[in-house]
């Protein structure tokens, strides 16, 4: 079955800090690949897509997610974190044969020390 | 320019009642898609329309979980006989199609006493 992980269940940095959380994807045809931010209170949001085309993509608020084939992942970065960033992060599929369904990771907390 | 809007956003049944939720995609958006958000079990697909095309209903955990989609846009998801492990956040999202970027709602929060 398909499946999306992700490494990290709960992250605590500091403000400036630089921050990167893993996902990993199992299916081996095509893919459409999403990272979803929860910020307290609030509903799902998209921060960054990749469809095709380079595999280096940028989202809203700095956050940045490179795509390698080769290793099925999928992670996300931000060079430097703010306290706004607290959140749940998720990391999510689409392949071609789930005809749009999203597959979800389990969800990264993030909490930001100011 | 509305959202994907969702009601009730709380709702608190007891055990064995039915209950239905209801979900306002974006106008125009043909895809339209229930999940739900629990602790134990994160985020899971429940169902997904497309247009006229029959919907895929292969998350749906029972035979007590329907749901329909009136003239392509408003949907209702109905839970029949509530279960405590039915308590969960049930999401809906929509997209221009099938594949694409979706859009999600703000969830309605469901209690089972």
């Known amino acids: 079955a398909q499946s999306v992980s992700q490494h990290n269940h709960h992250v605590i940095l500091s403000e400036a800090a630089s921050l990167e959380l893993g996902c990993n994807y199992s299916?081996?045809?095509?893919?459409?690949l999403f990272w979803y931010v929860q910020y307290p209170g609030q509903h799902l949001q998209l921060l960054l897509k990749?469809?095709?085309?380079?595999?280096l993509v940028k989202g809203i608020k700095g956050f940045e997610a490179e795509f390698i084939k080769s290793k099925f992942s999928f992670n996300l970065r931000k060079p430097s974190v703010q306290w706004s960033d607290t959140a749940e992060y998720f990391c999510a599929v689409i392949s071609s044969s789930n005809t749009g369904k999203l597959i979800f990771g389990q969800g990264t907390t993030l909490q930001v020390k100011p | 320019g509305a959202g994907v809007s969702q009601s009730p956003s709380n709702k608190v049944t007891e055990k064995g009642k039915d209950v239905e939720l209801r979900c306002d995609p974006i106008s125009g958006h043909t895809a339209l898609y229930w999940y739900r958000q629990s602790l134990g079990q994160g985020l899971e697909f429940l169902i997904y329309f497309q247009g006229n095309s029959a919907p895929d209903k292969s998350g749906l955990p029972s035979d007590r979980f329907s749901a329909e989609r009136t003239g392509g846009s408003v949907s209702t998801l109905t839970i029949q006989r509530t279960q405590q492990e039915d308590s969960a956040v049930y999401l809906c999202?929509?997209?221009?199609?099938?594949?694409?970027?979706?859009?999600f709602g703000p969830g309605t929060r469901l209690t089972v006493l």
């Open positions: 990749y469809f095709s085309g380079d595999p």
């Open positions: 999202a929509s997209s221009s199609y099938y594949g694409t970027e979706q859009f």
């Open positions: 299916y081996g045809g095509t893919v459409n």
